[in-house]
């Protein structure tokens, strides 16, 4: 699984991104995804996840109300749509993929996943 993440960039306090992951291969399907970030001089972190399926989506508390997590399957894509951004959301999106045993799991740990895209840089200016 190859994973490339794109979207990021410069935007206002306030403002919204999307970002986009694209998968090759033909099983995205029966992989969860997740959205970490990496701040300078921090460990990366949680954002969010989703099961395979699309029906199951968790967020960390603190992008809840903010960010949503959605995939399309069709397209091989996983998305982040991030609203009312805020100077501490600036940090480098990772998009990640782990198989996904039941229809219904998602994974929440950087060790869970096996597959990783290569980052997009989000600038969050005040």
């Known amino acids: 699984v190859q994973l490339q993440a794109f979207g990021g960039g410069l935007v206002q306090a306030g403002g919204s991104l999307r970002l986009s992951c694209a998968s090759s291969?033909?099983?995205?399907?029966?992989?969860?995804m997740g959205w970490f970030r990496q701040a300078p001089g921090k460990e990366r972190e949680f954002v969010a996840a989703i099961s395979r399926g699309g029906v199951t989506t968790y967020s960390a508390d603190s992008v809840k109300g903010r960010f949503t997590i959605s995939r399309d399957n069709a397209k091989n894509t996983v998305y982040l749509q991030m609203n009312s951004l805020k100077p501490e959301d600036t940090a480098v999106y990772y998009c990640a993929a782990q198989f996904a045993v039941s229809s219904g799991s998602y994974y929440t740990s950087p060790g869970d996943y096996s597959y990783w895209g290569q980052g997009t840089l989000v600038t969050v200016s005040s």
């Open positions: 291969g033909r099983t995205f399907s029966r992989y969860a």
